[in-house]
């Protein structure tokens, strides 16, 4: 499946990426190559071959859940550059409604 650079740019403003003409060039050659990638993978004969989660056999170790005392807020809040009514104030990441904001 060949991908173009439109969808290529359709995607880097999705993710808020900017990308002058030879970098586009490159990425959609390079997203071209995943693509064709994967779809080789999809063609592998995997009839009978059981699910697979996790090749390591993992074991969680769980503590005791207990209520701890924490840190009080106003001690927090000394390490913070900019606060408002308690609390923490972080510049804004949704951009006026924007698609793919």
Known sequence: MAISEEQVKHVAKLAKLAFDEKELASFTDQLGKIIDMVEMLEEVDTE??????????????????????????????????????????????????????
């Open 48 to 101: 009978g071959v059981p699910f697979t989660s996790n090749v390591v056999e993992t074991v969680n170790v769980m503590r005791q859940d207990r209520a701890q005392a924490g840190w009080s807020r106003d001690e927090l809040l000394k390490n913070v550059p900019e606060s408002e009514d308690g609390f923490i104030k972080v510049p804004a990441i949704i951009d006026n409604g924007e698609a793919g904001a």
